[in-house]
């Protein structure tokens, strides 16, 4: 038995929706098989992974680093200074 459908009328942008039908004809396969393999990508790769990290925490971290950006470049010369140190001595 096939699988239950459900009727939907989208409004897409106009060359989006272009590209979309272009795509499905030149790979000989229907504009539903191509949208329902989009929402199910979209909706089975992308959604999870946007909650990995929240975007408070995001546009917090940015922030530190833009505003310890001098900090964080002498540490990592001075990182590289000592680590070239202790090849030199082996």
Do not use: C, W
Not at 34 to 46: G, I, R, S
Not at 48 to 66: G, N, W
């Amino acid at each position: 038995m096939p699988a239950a459908t459900k009727k939907f009328t989208p409004e897409i942008d106009a060359k989006l929706y272009k590209e979309f039908v272009s795509a499905a004809k030149q790979n000989g396969q229907s504009q539903r098989y191509v949208l329902e393999q989009a929402l199910a990508f979209y909706l089975h790769n992308v959604v999870p992974s946007q909650h990995l990290v929240r975007r408070e925490v995001m546009d917090a971290f940015e922030q530190s680093v833009a505003a310890n950006r001098d900090l964080l470049q002498r540490l990592a010369q001075k990182r590289l200074v000592t680590g070239a140190r202790a090849k030199a001595r082996r």
